[in-house]
């Protein structure tokens, strides 16, 4: 794998953040319904996840020595809107 494929490869690891963000905008906006709720929940759960896997790919790039600075940037935009999910569904 060359440098860019790798560095090309954590900046797509950052797509959880879509499922974050949804889940965390469906909380905030509709987390007094049940249905919204659990359908926030779910969709966080899979995303947390889906973050949990992303946060480890970036690890690795950053331990092969590949893309430091956009596996920094990717850690920190999932850690925030991990963060942000399980807020809402603690203050929900």
């Not at 896997?53 to 990717?74: Q, T």
Request: with cysteine.
């Amino acid at each position: 794998m060359t440098p860019n494929e790798a560095s090309a490869s954590v900046s797509g690891d950052a797509w959880p953040v879509i499922l974050l963000g949804v889940a965390a905008l469906l909380l905030r906006t509709l987390g007094d319904h049940t249905w919204a709720y659990v359908v926030g929940a779910v969709i966080g759960g899979i995303g947390l996840l889906a973050a949990l896997i992303g946060l480890v790919e970036c690890v690795r790039a950053v331990r092969r020595g590949l893309a430091f600075g956009k596996a920094v940037w990717v850690v920190a935009l999932l850690l925030i809107a991990g963060f942000a999910v399980v807020h809402q569904l603690v203050t929900a």
